[in-house]
């Protein structure tokens, strides 16, 4: 009963700090010169609302305009207009997920915290602009908590400090902040503070009746006092006073030196016991840890770790995280991907498609949002296609842009396959994707010397234009059995390719075809033969509609 009563007191706080609209409640974006529009806290009257909404027309407007540039993403997410950062805030909140991004709206291209919806995670529909700068000079990267009959927003409010504010409305379209902005505030830089200072973009959870925030950051304890990767942890019983507790996590192995821990999402997984915790360095991309929450300690014990990224952070690759549970012990996740390309079009980084991640047997199992499938259209299946070896075999009746590609393949004896996409008649163009069995490094248990096998995404040929800037070939490992078929599911989105293996292992990358017949596909099987048992490929559809419904 005395747990019960504390949570009721935190509740009715919350309801008290943030009820109303008044200016005195409120810090308004009074200086920015973006359009923030108030919503009815009902649904139909919302939509109504939504349908005469002038800047969703604009986007609406933008979005048709944009649609047939030739590098524009199909079914990939990407931002109305302007260019795109990190995601922010995914959750789902009254029958649709809600995903958050750094906007930069063009009459103001600074952070905001743009915003869609989606009652699949596939199909998206905009949202006007969702938190704007008020106090602080931008609306950098945070999170979002769902508690009671509200979404609580906390992120990292650019030169004051961490901030929060609350929606409680159907599509999330009215955000409050409370006058005690910035709830975490910078250090005094005369004053001896945690190195925290150097990083941000809190995520936020509620445990044993406070809240949590871990501040992704840096610490110079490395090597010749080299940067090496730190998260810090706080605490809260009102979600305003907060005091900090210590780093949330004591070591780290699986990081490079000179990483850093920004963006951080921390969940269970599982039904083991375990946590995940995803975040971004500056450095390498996109990763992530496994382990145990003590919550005793308040300290999170990394148990194994990976990438989502495989290679530098910038030029194509894997970006920053956003993840929430799915229901059922697994994760959602995606990610922004940073251009490898110059802008010629108005956009520049697009998100991943959603990512289920799962733990089984000890193992983080990756595959697409079954809900992509929804965008499958005119199917064609092979079956039974002999690749000889050391022979290039075009598959003339698969080609496109926009396509999702499924193969099982009966290895043999060989130990390379190679399949080529975007690719020109004469071979000029196209970005390969390569899988070598058993030539990874050995697995991480020291008594298991069995060697992983790896999976390479390269688009050292992806485009002829001199603008285009190769992206260093980006291999990824993975266990493999003896005998076992190879899987890999392949989409192709104009300038952006992921591939899935064995559910499994994940490669990403953008890639920038010049040539309009950059649209075939390849097979080939190295020093011996193969067989691709079936082949499945679809056209894609856009998961884009006009006006909201």
Known sequence: MKKRNIKLIALFALTILFAGSSAAAQQTPAADRVAMYTFSDKLPEQLQQLVGNPLLHRYAETRNKLSSGKYRPLYHFSAPEGRLNDPNGLCYWDGNWHLFYQAYPIENPIAHWGHAYSPDLIHWKDLPIAIAPSIEERVYSGSTLIQGDSVIAMYRGVGQGEMVAVSRDPLLLNWRKPAANPVIPDPD??????????????FLWRCDNYYYAVLGGYSDSGPGGKRVFAEYLYRSSDLLRWEYLHPFIDANPYAFVGDDGACPYFYP?????????FYFSHKSGGKYLIGDYDTRRQKFIVTDGGNFNHGPAKGGGIHAPSAYPD??????????????????????????????LTWEKGALHVRPWDAVESLRRDHVRLEHIAVPANQEIVLDKITGDAL???MEIDLGKTKTFELSVLRSPDRQEYTRILFQRDMGKPTREYENHTPTSTVTIDNTYGSRSPLFTPRPPETAELPFAKGEKLKLRVFIDRSIVEVFVNDRQSVTLRTYPERDDSRGISVRAAGNSAEIGSLDAWRMESIWTDTPR
């Open 189 to 202: 830089p005369e004053k001896e503070q945690p190195v925290f200072a150097r990083g941000g973009d809190p």
């Open 269 to 277: 997984i599982g039904s083991e016991g375990k946590y995940i915790l």
């Open 327 to 356: 229901g059922k012990g697994g994760i959602v996740v995606l990610f922004n991907t940073n251009p490898g390309f110059p802008r010629k079009d108005d956009f520049s980084e697009t998100m991943t498609l959603p990512r289920l």
């Open 404 to 406: 999702e590609i499924s």
